[in-house]
Every structure is written in structure tokens, then in C-alpha cells.
């Protein structure tokens, strides 16, 4: 079973959007009440504030991949009060949480939704700085295999292909006869 799914990262105004997403998974909690309960059980518990919830509300309400300066900037544009330092200080209890996976993409960090998302891989387009979202159950199945072999406890795994999409690949061959 393979699906892909293409998630612009905000990096390419001049693109139009495309937004397909994958089938979400139905979950038995909202985001709100599922971080409201990671932030009691903490050895301090911590307490759910307006900022938070607004924060929460804005992520969860469309599927897409972001860094943080992108979400203080979106934010902002939606009127939302939410500081700064609530967005860097909430960032990583939410991955902690469970509720957001973190990709590292050398010079930018960017997040994706892990609550109530398939688990997927990617690929990242150098050019247009797409990230399109694919699942191949063979690749996964590969992966257990080697990761059996070795005994290995897997916490997480974040694996990132880059190249060119095809949308820019058309267009540099476009570009190529015209030249010619
Ligand atoms: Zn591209
Ligand atoms: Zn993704």
C-alpha cells in the first residue's frame, strides 16, 4: 500500500497551494485534552493556559508541516494572541506530549502533526522546498527487518529524501526545450 500526499511548508508563495493530505486516524481524545493530561502528569504538573489552547486550536486545525518562526508569523496573521515564548516554550512539550514529530532538516526544524496522523516519511524537494508525504508498507516492513537483526529499541525514526519534486523537474525540462 503505497499513498502520497503533498504538504506545502509555506516556503513558495509564488506556488499554488496543493494540500492533500493523508486519511486522517480517528482518535478517542482531542489534542487539547490529550496535552491537558500530559502537562498533569508531569512530575510538576503544569497548568493549560488560554495562550496554549489558542496555540493547540491553530496547529490541529489543518494538517501541514512548519517551523516556528512560520507559525508566529501565521499567528499572528489569524489575530491570535500567543507570544513568542509560548510558541518555543510549547513546541517541544508537544512532541513530547506525542502530539507533534519533529523533523530536522539541517537548518531548520519543522514539525508535523503525529497525534491522529498516519506515521509517513518524505520527500524534500531542494528547489521548491516542498515536503511531499508518502507510506510504503514494504520500506516499513524492511525496516523492522534490519532493526530486528540488530536488536534495537527504535524510539522514532525521521527519514527525509531530497531531490527534486516533479512539478520543477517539468519545469526545468520546459525550460531545457525552450533553450534549444
Ligand atoms: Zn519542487
Ligand atoms: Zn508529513
Redesign the pocket.
Known sequence: MNAASVVHNGS?PSRKEEEVSLPAIPVAQSPESKFREYLASRPKPQRFTEQQRQLLEHIFSKHRHFDAEQLIDELKRAGRQVSRATVYRTLPKLVDAGLLRKIELGNRTVYDHDYGYPFHDHFL??????MIEFQSASLDSAIREVVHQHQFRVRSRTLVIRG??????AAKAAKRRLVM
Open positions: 513558495t524537494c531542494e528547489e521548491c522546498g516542498v527534486i519534486c516533479a512539478s520543477c523537474n
